[in-house]
């Protein structure tokens, strides 16, 4: 993509290093530089050494030796799967145990709160039955009525003044407050 036209013309300013940073990440860089040829020739030489010995004219590998090479090498493989399958062990063994306990924390946790419903059951179970107390029963259905009906009417309305003079109704007199 070419540049956006907003930098075309922009040049960033180069940032500045103090000196005494500039030789110090020099020297380090030198360093690393040195250790790192330092050991890329250790192991080529290494690795020619092993070369050379194996190519000679007059070294050929013996069977024999070639069987105990590769019997090291098999040990050395049956060691290191029995490593790796006992860390597996291990770490399967602690996500089993860490699972347990969160299907454990998980049961109790519902066990709770199916106790908690059941007691709000319970309760509003209580609390409705109080409340069908209050019911008028199919029976005295027709007298209740009867009887509303024969009490006069109640006036709600009413209002209080700053005195706590209470105004019940429309056309009623003043009265104090109880």
Sequence with gaps: ????????????????VPEEDKVTMEKLFTNYRTSMKSLKRHLRRDWETQQRSRAQPGHVVSPEQEEAEHRQLMEFNRAENARMAAERHNRLAEQEETV?????????????KQQRD????????RTQEEISKLYIPREQLEEAIEVALANEETD????????????EGRSTRPQPAA
């Design 100 to 112: 347990r306990r969160k299907v454990e924390r998980l049961r109790i946790e519902a066990e709770q």
């Design 1 to 16: 993509m070419p540049k956006a036209p907003s930098k075309i013309y922009y040049v960033p300013e180069r940032k500045h």
């Design 118 to 125: 059941r007691e709000n059951a319970v309760q509003l179970i």
């Design 156 to 167: 709600y309305n009413f209002a209080i003044d700053r005195d706590g003079m209470r105004y």
